[in-house]
């Protein structure tokens, strides 16, 4: 089985997404923790990024 790029992936982790986004780990963590419901997802302790619904998010905001 071959290991997927951060591109290939639906959803990312923490560390994944911020450094894929070019953002920090806490203001990350910050971001998914806060819209949950939009493009975070609580994966039992873990907090992982839907990667296409943050770029969606990204791209409606003006400013983080």
């Given at each position: 089985m071959r290991k997927l790029s951060m591109e290939e992936k639906y959803a990312l982790s923490i560390n994944e997404a911020a450094q894929y986004f070019g953002l920090?780990?806490?203001k990350m963590r910050r971001l998914t923790e806060d819209n949950i419901d939009t493009f975070?997802?609580?994966n039992g302790a873990r907090l992982l990024v839907i990667r296409a619904k943050f770029e969606e998010f990204m791209s409606n905001t003006e400013s983080l």
């Open positions: 920090g780990v806490k975070g997802v609580r």
